[in-house]
């Protein structure tokens, strides 16, 4: 798979860290060697796995012989992390968004671009099998000229969805269901077209939630080349509704892809012919390989001299500072 023995120092080893791109990282044939995070319970958990437990991230960074770090604190600390791994000479992969403001990603570009190392968005459904295997039928004209990308990416998250609930915190989280997950399709549009967005818009609302972010938005965005998008993203859909959906439409046809989007493999991808309305499934190649497995293979490559191609700073800043205008532009209202 690539990646193999990197040496990973993670910052923040809670729900995501822990469950996803920690599995990930090992299953690339990596190693965990530190973990820093203020929770005894995360630390102890990272020592059961054979990681450095650190209490702070002075310490983690003190670890001879760390090749890569993984940011996956709380948005609004995924900044220091970000600038202290840059003045440390490492190469970073952080947690989407970026940021929690638009102020910290530009601050956090200029500190990985003086330090000149790798940077990634963690971005781990461009590494999903099945939209490998949309982006690949795509490239090679299946849809004909592409038209529009649709997506619904919807959850559940309650004010007390965890014991302390950073994400319905503005100052923590830098906003609501629009910040934490449209980025995921947001970027997917890009991924899968080849075309980043110029431009979006947003509506939010605060409709079931007790708390002071958005929990539900839609967006609109159209590339520069006339792919129009729209996505609805919330945080107030029960979990046993469909809610994961990515269509790509075009003049010959149309992939739909449901239960992608998210953090495991699976789903179905399926493909509709525009002159019949015959439909069929399209087989995915390694279908039950982790995106996060696949995303720390792919940085692993990048930091061992391989392809760097998956990340790239500059596209995601510009599309923080896209997110940011649109967000901006629709505040919260009940
Ligand atoms: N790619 C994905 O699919 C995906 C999924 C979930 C979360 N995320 C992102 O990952 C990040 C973490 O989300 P989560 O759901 O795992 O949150 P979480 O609350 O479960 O975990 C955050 C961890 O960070 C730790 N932490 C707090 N302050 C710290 C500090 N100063 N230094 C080190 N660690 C610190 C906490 O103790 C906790 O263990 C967020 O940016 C989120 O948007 C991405």
Not at 23 to 36: D, E, F, H, N, Y
Not at 58 to 86: K, S
Not at 141 to 151: E, H, K
């Amino acid at each position: 798979m690539g990646g193999r023995g990197i040496s990973w120092g993670i910052v923040g080893f809670g729900w995501v860290a822990r469950d996803y791109a920690a599995p990930g990282i090992l299953a690339a044939g990596g190693r965990i060697s530190a973990v820093s995070d203020p929770s005894p319970t995360a630390r102890d958990t990272a020592a059961s796995l054979g990681a450095r437990p650190c209490s702070a991230l002075p310490e983690l960074l003190a670890q001879p012989g760390l090749d890569a770090i993984y940011v996956a604190t709380p948005n609004h600390l995924h900044r220091q992390a970000v600038e202290a791994a840059a003045a440390a000479s490492l190469p970073v992969l952080c947690e989407k968004p970026m940021a929690a403001t638009l102020a910290d990603a530009e601050a956090m570009a200029s500190a990985v671009k003086r330090a000149g190392v790798l940077y990634g968005t963690a971005f781990d459904q461009r590494h999903h099998p099945a939209h490998g295997a949309m982006r690949e039928a795509i490239s090679a004209g299946m849809l004909g000229r592409v038209t529009a990308v649709r997506i619904a990416y919807c959850c559940w998250v309650d004010a007390c969805w965890t014991a302390d609930n950073w994400r319905a915190d503005p100052a923590r989280a830098g906003g609501g269901a629009l910040m934490d997950l449209a980025p995921h399709g947001l970027d997917l549009i890009h991924f899968l077209t080849g075309e980043p967005l110029a431009e979006i818009a947003a509506l939010t609302q605060v409709r079931v939630q007790d708390y002071s972010v958005d929990d539900g938005a839609v967006l609109i965005g159209r590339t520069a080349d006339g792919v129009l998008a729209q996505m609805h993203v919330s945080y107030n859909c029960p979990e046993a509704l469909p809610r994961r959906r990515l269509e790509v439409l075009g003049t010959r046809g149309q992939l739909v892809a449901l239960d992608t989007m998210g953090q495991t493999p699976g789903g179905t991808l399926t493909f509709t012919d525009g002159a019949t309305g015959e439909q069929r499934l399209l087989p995915v190649a390694d279908p039950l390989a982790s995106p996060f497995a696949r995303q720390m293979a792919a940085f692993g490559r990048a930091v061992s001299g391989g392809d760097r191609s998956p990340f790239d700073i500059e596209r995601d800043l510009g599309l923080m500072r896209l997110l940011d205008r649109a967000y901006r532009n629709a505040p919260p209202c009940r």
